[in-house]
C-alpha cells in the first residue's frame, strides 16, 4: 500500500481493517445491500482521515461510492488514488471505474481519455478494451468501436456459427467501409 506507516505493527492493523471494509464492500455489492455498502464506505473515510496519501484506501473508496451509486462521488477518490500511483490490477479496475463512471455521466472526452490510457497500459483486459469502445461510440468514433467488440467477440466467442465465419469477420472488423 502506498502510504505512511510509522511501524509495522501499524501496517498489518491497516491492512487487517482494509481487508475488512473490501469485503464489506464486496458483500454489499453482491447482496445489492446499501447498508453493507454504507457502512464499508464509512470505514473506507474514517480510515482516509488517518492516511490521506494511500493510494489503496482512496481508490476503494472510489469503489464503495460507484458500488453504491454515486457515481459522482467516486470521481475524486479514483482521481487521486491514480495521482498517488496507485499499481497492477488495482490500477486496472480504477481506470476502468472512472472511465466507465466518466462515460455513465455523459463525459465522453474524460470517457476515452482515461480508458485509451487504460488499453494502452494493460491491452489484455477485456473488460477495459469494452468500456473504451462503449464511450468511443459515444463520442462518433464507431468505426474504431466496432473494430474492438467485433475482435474481443471473435477472439472469445466459442459459438460455432460464428468460429465458422472468424477470418471473414475479423477481416472485416478492420476494413468496415470496404466495399467491392
Known amino acids: 500500500m502506498n502510504g505512511k506507516f510509522k511501524n509495522s505493527s501499524e501496517n498489518a492493523n491497516l491492512r487487517l481493517l482494509l481487508n475488512k471494509a473490501i469485503a464489506l464492500r464486496e458483500d454489499g455489492r453482491a447482496k445489492q445491500d446499501m447498508t453493507l455498502l454504507n457502512e464499508a464506505r464509512t470505514l473506507l473515510l474514517k480510515m482516509s482521515e488517518d492516511y490521506p496519501d494511500n493510494a489503496e484506501i482512496n481508490y476503494q473508496i472510489g469503489i464503495a461510492y460507484d458500488n453504491s451509486g454515486f457515481g459522482k462521488d ?20 480504477c481506470l476502468l471505474g472512472l472511465g466507465s463512471t466518466y462515460r455513465l455521466l455523459g463525459h465522453y472526452a474524460e470517457a476515452v481519455e482515461t480508458l485509451h490510457r487504460g ?58 467501409d470496404e466495399t467491392w
Do not use: C
Open 119 to 176: 488499453v494502452t497500459q494493460f491491452p489484455e483486459h477485456r473488460g477495459l478494451q469494452i468500456f473504451y469502445s462503449l464511450a468511443l461510440y459515444n463520442t462518433g468514433n464507431y468505426k474504431e468501436a466496432m473494430e474492438i467488440v467485433l475482435m474481443n467477440l471473435m477472439e472469445t466467442t466459442n459459438d460455432e456459427n460464428l468460429q465458422y465465419f472468424k477470418r471473414g469477420i475479423s477481416y472485416y472488423a478492420q476494413h468496415l
Open 74 to 93: 467516486a470521481i475524486p477518490y479514483y482521481v487521486k488514488a491514480i495521482e498517488q500511483g496507485l499499481s497492477g490490477p488495482d490500477l486496472q479496475r
